[in-house]
């Protein structure tokens, strides 16, 4: 794969740019947050320009560097640059793909301040009703045994028929029974009103669900309930006072005493709601930034830790889409640099000297680094290129000075140019005479051209390889007369 095929350069240049607009924006709306307009936006062009040339940079390096602990670097360095121009574009594409959805998520969260001790107080009173229902049926057991036998308070003789323990047994049978269902009902109200407040998540919904709440502790059954579990807690403690008679007794019943005191704790339940009514959530490109940054980070430190879990992966639901559309742009970048940098090793070339120098070791001697920089030049020279055609052309001299006719034939022998057979003509002289008369010190008067189509990509090529030799420091005298020698001979 070549980058100046034409389809592969636009591919690599449309998803650089979308990542740069995705990734420049996602870093406007987090420095806006902390900084003016115009510094946000200036920091954000200027990060995101870094991100996408290190991108750029370090991903060709990491594809043409020949040795190991420079990859080790540079792919630190590009994956470095890539997680952060995802981190940020994924702002962008979460807003596009998921608002809806993390907006809810977010709102449902702020609903849980309100549905949570709501909850609480349901399951604690619901688990009292229960609690009571136990009660009745044991002290209906108790009545029972207490009109038949007696015995149901330790130390107190049997009363034939039913005596006072008897009638106090069916009293706490059916004080119980009606305490269970009122605070059973009480429970199903905390439920309904959890169910409305989950169904109506608006503005209206939630402060509705939010004074219904507030209700709650105003409600009688849980007063009515906690005293009468004192009161009974406090007459097995003391002495209980027979309503019909007004005699008092003395009941030890430890078992059903601590069934009393268990109902009574678990009563022990406060409704602490937040001090205003939840709202709904509005997300904007800075929630969705910061909901990014936190989610990439999440991803990296699960993936360092080997701790991916489905806690993690549940957190990122809501950016899901939006991390994968960033993630893909990026792997679309990453792979066509590094199968174009794959492709240039393969071939020996380098796309600019300014790579050459600072990305690679030097493949060739210097030697003939100048010798290819001096066939560059002289194809340069012998290049006719023109304002209205896109194609150049490259006019060989077949007669004139021989040292040029040679050289030519070493070109293009050399380079194996890929001149199209059928385009190549022989022209006489006066065709191209002002061509030929301006570069007359090149090719001596020569009378007869060989006019080959030069393409575009290898016309490209052989300027860089004429600059090359600007790039070199200068030899030393002794070195300078080898150089000339070689080329000369060339």
């Known amino acids: 794969m070549r980058l100046d095929n034409r389809l592969v350069r636009y591919l690599l240049g449309g998803a650089t740019l979308i990542s740069f607009a995705s990734t420049a924006f996602g870093l406007f709306v987090w420095f806006h947050a902390e900084s003016s307009l115009v510094e946000a936006a200036v920091f954000a062009l200027g990060w995101s320009l870094f991100l996408q040339a290190g991108i750029i940079v370090f991903w060709a390096y990491v594809g043409r560097a020949e040795s190991a602990i420079g990859v080790g670097f540079a792919l630190v360095l590009a994956i470095s640059c890539s997680l952060g121009s995802m981190t940020f574009a994924s702002a962008v594409w979460l807003m596009r793909t998921n608002r809806a959805g993390y907006e809810s998520t977010l709102t449902h969260a702020n609903a849980g301040a309100l549905i949570t001790p709501v909850m609480q107080l349901g399951t604690r009173v619901n688990n009292v009703s229960a609690a009571m229902t136990d009660l009745a049926a044991t002290a209906a057991t108790k009545a029972e045994t207490e ?67 507030a209700a709650l502790a105003r409600q009688p059954e849980l007063a009515k309930a906690r005293a009468w579990l004192d009161r009974e807690i406090g007459g097995y403690d003391g002495k209980f006072v027979d309503p019909q008679t007004g005699a008092s007794f003395v009941c030890r019943d430890h078992a059903f005493h601590d069934q009393l ?30 909901k990014s940054v936190n989610d990439v980070l999440a991803l990296v430190r699960a993936a360092a830790t080997l701790s991916i879990s489905k806690a993690t992966l549940l957190s990122l639901q809501d950016s899901m889409i939006g991390l994968g559309i960033a993630a893909f742009i ?127 990509q290898l016309d490209d090529q052989l300027r860089i390889i004429a600059r090359d030799a600007l790039l070199l420091p200068p030899l030393p005298p002794d070195g300078r007369r080898r150089g000339q020698a070689l080329l000369a001979a060339a």
Request: glycine fraction near 6%; aromatic fraction near 6%.
């Open 330 to 456: 990026e792997l679309v970048i990453i792979f066509l640099v590094l199968a174009e940098a794959r492709d240039h090793v393969h071939r020996g070339v380098n796309a600019t000297p300014v790579e050459r120098f600072i990305f690679t070791k030097r493949a060739m001697p210097r030697e003939q680094i100048e010798r290819l920089a001096e066939f560059g030049r002289v194809i340069d020279r012998l290049t006719f290129r023109s304002n209205t055609i896109q194609e150049s052309f490259f006019l060989r001299p077949l007669d004139g000075k021989p040292e040029v006719v040679a050289k030519c034939s070493d070109i293009v022998r050399l380079f194996s140019l890929p001149f199209a057979k059928d385009q190549v003509k022989i022209v006489p002289r006066d065709i191209i005479e002002d061509w030929a008369n301006a570069n007359d010190d090149l090719t001596g008067g020569s009378r007869r051209f060989e006019v080959r189509l030069l393409t575009k």
């Open 261 to 290: 005191v268990a109902a009574r704790k678990t009563l022990d339940a406060d409704l602490s709601l937040p001090a205003l009514p939840p709202e709904p959530a509005h997300v904007g490109y800075t929630e969705a930034a910061t």
């Open 147 to 213: 009109s038949v036998s007696g015995g149901t308070c330790e130390g107190v003789k049997p009363v034939k028929d039913c005596g006072p323990v008897c009638r106090m047994r069916k009293r706490e049978q059916t004080d119980a029974a009606k305490l269970a269902d009122d605070l059973g009902g009480f429970a199903q109200r905390t439920t309904d009103i959890v169910s409305s407040i989950q169904g109506d998540l608006t503005r209206d919904g939630l402060k509705s669900g939010y004074t219904k709440a």
